[in-house]
């Protein structure tokens, strides 16, 4: 039997929930459901107004449409992340432009965002990887000298805190003008497929649930404005999502434990370096348990994944960096880019069994076939 990178647990009230939707008629969405997780997230990510959508990469075209980014505008982002940011914002016309992460916690390093700051930047796209967030007090404090928009992709650190150098506490997914979240069945919270916008902007607000929308018009409810999607999601989803969301305490717990459990069991590994249980302003979540090959190591990631399926550990390689993509160099964007923190986790790093179902007993089995690698 594999032990599965991740398996989500529904063994709240999410049979209750969808069977309420069913018995009451309400599966669009236009449900009750909707409302409810658009009202527990805007309250988990300390934002004031909640816009589902039917995933997380929707929810990033939304935020960019919203901002009304296009064509011959800038958006940075990070490098190291999933191509859902880079595609939004090539969807939108607007050029992509990648930051360098930080060695240690993996994420968009604040250092890098000034030299690559134009005349015409009009964005920082900022991505929470993995376990640890992004610091954010320079991120924010650069988009503020030079009037640029924060759009913070939160996907992976639903329920995450940041703690200020001011001593404040701040939700994850508080800092963006706009913030997004995907609902994925390896996330925090899940609906199967689903998203989320959340911003504190009320005109902001009413622009992401109107293109989410179709831009119905207002007048007249076929004559159209401007041009939006049909991103909704339906009441059955959000039903799900509502039980979720009360349960993520416990989720996060799991998953914070879990994180203890690989640090136990992998501790003196010295051919891995391990995720960072803390930084100065974070505390680890372990959305994932994510290990990288130290360069003495004669393989690659590749490699040791095929080796760890042989032992029946289900793998996940890291990110493939976006001056990388094959498919966005061809459109000439990233020439001459070069980001080596990045290009090296890509190819030095993976992550372990995960997910909340996930009990010590296995994370030790991994954690054994991780060590047995170097034997
Ligand atoms: C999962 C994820 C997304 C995409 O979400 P989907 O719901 O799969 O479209 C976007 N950004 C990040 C950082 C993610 O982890």
Known sequence: MMIPVNEPVLSGNESKYLAE???????????????????????VAGQRFGVAVMNGSAALEVALAALRIGPGDEVILP??????????????????VVVDSDPLTWNLDPTKLGPVITPRTKAIMVVHIYGLPVD??????IARDHGLKIIEDSAEQIGQVYQSRSGKRRMIGSFGDVSTFSFYPNKHVTTGEGGMVLTSDEVLAERCRALRNLCFGRERRFVHEELGWNFRMSNLQAAVGVAQMEVLDRTIKKKRLIGAWYNEFLEGV??????ESRTSYAENIYWVYGIVLKDQV???AEEAMNRLAGAGIGTRPFFWPMHEQPVLTRMGFFRDVSCPVAERLARRGF???SGIALTREQAEQSSTAVRALFK
């Open 136 to 141: 954010m007090d320079p991120v924010v404090q």
């Open 21 to 43: 939707c069913i018995s009451t008629g309400w599966i669009s969405s236009e449900g009750p459901f909707v409302r409810r997780l658009e009202e527990g997230m805007a309250t």
């Open 298 to 300: 004669p393989f690659d």
């Open 79 to 96: 490098a190291f992340t999933i191509i859902s940011c880079a595609a939004a914002i090539v969807r939108a016309g607007a050029i992509p």
């Open 351 to 353: 992550y372990l069994p």
């Open 270 to 275: 010295k051919e891995v370096e391990l995720p």
